[in-house]
């Protein structure tokens, strides 16, 4: 079924004052388009949601084992995280397990995602290192591959480097589209970005939650992410942030994550699907509404007490003196 | 002449990554709508962008004179400020003018806008206050009217307090709107806000730039009040903020001031014109780019060099290594 674009509309007192369109798809592991709404086609750069499958080359040939990265550390590989401490130390944990440094990041560095973390840091009169940037985990697992493949880490991050042609070969198996054609540009942390259309990006998701058709390798490595980020959510992003908050909520019947720019995928195994969507503007407050509302209309919500659920169906909206000024919401 | 909504563009590498739709509308001074793109008679929340308004009454009443207030106290009046050193101490002045204190605001206080400065803040282990505030010093100019009028301020934020009602008439006599069946809701300092139609906001700020059709009174609080924003657009905004930075390259040709989620407004004399312009999705970033096309569109800007104009008109987004990745623009 094909709809038009998904509205969320933001409300304050009486007046909608401000609305978004999102166009979102639901694909299952076989690849047959459930449901789908607005232009899922077109090309979308799916940046940091697809953490997960940029991970999966190096689970899938052991790394995790090799250096004996702990479920909190593979979870980190596909998180965008809000530099805490504890999604601090994790990283460095990991560069020490690998026999690297900060150094060898090439990501950047950035205020901590979360504000009060960065109010803290600034306290102790610190500044933030790339271990804060919210892809460092993401890096450590690129570097990790470096090693894997066993070549040298240094411009790791360049599209021509062995370590990004293996992910972006490993995306265009579990996307099925030509990577070849795709056009790509450098991500937020300098790792490149292809853009795809919809469609593909939720069919990899789809195959993530049920990797039974893959290599007996992959569907390993599969299950290995999927049970490492739905255990550990608070790695996937952190305090009061909606992947974690929902994937706690849900147990671990789904992985969400989002990317820049109002992009989020779902992936419910229970279902064997895929959801990914995209706000057209760009708005990560529309983007979580509406994945809120696709994660009922699909049912997996279904026994979660609403009192838990009802926060995110419709976000209630407060000024400075915590007036309640209106709400986000999206009906399908 | 009437136009469909205008587009921002939002890239990254070859691809079109994120898009606005944009309803503006330019009116002349004497009541003509010149030009208008998309729905402009749907009803619109101003909020910030109508603070020069919310001051008008304590200015027309003689309260800068009675008070002692400088030029750059009357511009903070109209401001969503960076809360910096500078915007902190200009608003602590104003309240010892006024012989009240912080506690007499009722805006709540918030960390500052300007993420350095907030991190400055928390460096010397210090916390906002009410006077890092975006709207401290519309706040000021409201407790200053409070003693114009001879009532208690407290309450000063209440729609049915006499300060409210002061504004909120001469914003009725400015916008040429009834303001009663207009409907409200607390803004984000808690002061009300009410929704009017896009194009009767841009008709107030016409007659702000020409208000030779007003009051003699009223006239040369415009003038006041003009005057005082484009000699300090600092006052107004503050570092790397687009209200400063424009005003500073327009000379005083123009006032610009932005409002949440998406609203802008231009004040233009030499023209007799008002713009008035929202961003549906409430997006900062494509009111921006849509002000800058809007202000050339109107020829405003023909003389001033275009490197001045070049980063504005379009806007190049880096990414944490400082590399190109993008840009935001708009073509009308």
Redesign the interface.
């Given at each position: 079924m094909q709809h038009p674009a998904l509205k969320v509309n933001?409300s304050?007192?009486?007046?909608i004052?401000?609305?978004?369109?999102i166009k979102a798809v639901i694909v299952s592991s076989d690849g047959q388009l459930i449901e789908s709404w607005g232009n899922v086609d077109s090309?979308?750069?799916p940046r940091s949601a697809i953490k997960a499958m940029q991970a999966l080359a190096f689970i899938e040939m052991g790394g995790a084992e090799k250096f004996g990265f702990s479920a909190e550390e593979i979870a980190i590989c596909c998180a965008s995280h809000n530099g805490e401490i504890e999604h601090v130390k994790t990283v460095q944990s990991m560069l020490n397990k690998l026999a690297l440094s900060t150094t060898d990041f090439?990501?950047?560095?950035?205020?901590p995602m979360r504000?009060q973390t960065?109010?803290?840091l600034?306290?102790l009169?610190e500044k933030p290192t790339s271990l804060h940037?919210n892809c460092s985990g993401k890096h450590a697992g690129m570097l990790g591959l470096a090693k894997m493949l066993d070549v040298s880490p240094q411009g790791y991050i360049g599209v021509d480097h062995a370590v990004q042609k293996c992910i972006a070969s490993t995306m265009e198996e579990m996307c099925e589209y030509d990577y070849g054609s795709a056009?790509?540009?450098?991500?937020?942390?300098?790792a490149p970005?292809w853009?795809i259309p919809l469609t593909n990006l939720a069919l990899a998701f789809a195959k993530f939650a049920d990797p039974s058709g893959l290599s007996p390798a992959r569907e390993k490595a599969c299950h290995s992410l999927y049970d490492s980020v739905v255990s550990h959510p608070f790695m996937v992003a952190g305090t009061e942030r909606y992947c974690t908050d929902m994937m706690r909520i849900l147990g671990k019947k789904v992985f969400l994550k989002l990317g820049a720019?109002?992009v989020y995928i779902a992936s419910i195994p229970e279902l064997k699907l895929g959801i990914a969507l995209k706000?057209?503007?760009?708005?990560i407050r529309?983007a979580e509404s509406v994945m809120t509302a696709l994660l009922d209309h699909v049912g997996i919500t279904q026994g979660i007490p609403s009192e838990h659920l009802a926060p995110f169906r419709s976000v209630t909206l407060k000024?400075?003196?915590?007036?309640i000024?209106?709400e986000i919401s999206c009906c399908i």
């Open positions: 933001v304050r007192g009486s007046v004052e401000s609305e978004h369109q090309l979308v750069y090439e990501c950047g560095g950035h205020w504000e960065s109010y803290d600034a306290e009169g940037n056009p790509w540009s450098p991500d937020g942390c300098s970005t853009a720019e109002g706000c057209e503007d760009g708005a529309a000024n400075w003196n915590g007036l000024s209106g």
